[in-house]
């Protein structure tokens, strides 16, 4: 079956500090794999999306990015970390048939 | 307009009653749909998809699937306790992509 590993669960940063945050997923072959922020109260909003290695699709300007090293891994990166990054991050893997989500990384920038 | 819409909520049921969850869209050409539950600070976890009309049971959850009226909804009979969560509803359009709502909060009261 399979399976869609996530972490840190909570990470606490300062400002301007760098981000990397990793999903991997065990089971299949050339997932999609998502970024998905969600901020406190609110609805998903989709970051990146990715259909294969190297293949990055950006869903909103913002100061992160995304890349997919090897197929099954999908990282979510910042250089310098702003207040308005905290949020719950979640990672996610599809094939038309509903997504499946990692369990979440807690995000705070203080 | 939005891909997805749902009310927000709080909506509250006692326990044992049952609650309805619903869900419009704007693409009438939408072919599947997806009903998640997320409980605070976790993941959204897919609890029912449906892909043509009617209704479509699964224990406790039934979801049904009007395409004419252009809505969804999810409904949980017997309501516990433990179903008190946030219910998402997703869909994907005919341009294959994917969306979420924003979610109704549903507290169960014993």
């Known amino acids: 079956s399979q399976t869609i590993h996530q972490w840190p669960a909570t990470l606490v940063q300062p400002v301007g500090s760098p981000l990397s945050l990793e999903c991997t997923v065990e089971?299949?072959?050339?997932?999609?794999l998502y970024w998905y922020r969600q901020a406190a109260g609110r609805g998903l909003q989709l970051l990146f999306y990715?259909?294969?290695?190297?293949?990055i699709s950006s869903e909103v300007p913002q100061n992160l990015s995304a890349s997919r090293p090897q197929d099954r891994q999908f990282i979510l990166s910042s250089k310098k970390l702003l207040l308005s990054d905290s949020g719950f991050y979640l990672c996610?893997?599809?094939?038309?048939?509903?997504?499946?989500f990692g369990s979440g990384t807690r995000l705070t920038v203080v | 307009q939005k891909e997805v819409e749902q009310n927000s909520g709080p909506l509250s049921v006692p326990e044992g009653a049952i609650a309805s969850l619903n869900c419009t869209y704007s693409?009438?050409?939408?072919?599947?749909f997806f009903w998640y539950r997320q409980y605070s600070g976790k993941s959204p976890e897919l609890i029912m998809s449906i892909y043509s009309n009617g209704d479509k049971e699964d224990g406790r959850f039934t979801a049904q699937l009007n395409k004419a009226s252009q809505y969804v909804s999810l409904l949980i009979r017997d309501s516990q306790p433990s179903d008190s969560a946030t219910y998402l509803c997703a869909l994907t359009t005919t341009g294959n992509q994917f969306y979420f709502g924003t979610g109704t909060s549903l507290t169960v009261i014993p």
């Open positions: 996610a893997w599809g094939q038309g048939h509903g997504y499946t």
């Open positions: 089971g299949t072959s050339n997932p999609n």
């Open positions: 990715s259909v294969g290695i190297g293949q």
């Open positions: 693409d009438r050409g939408s072919q599947s």
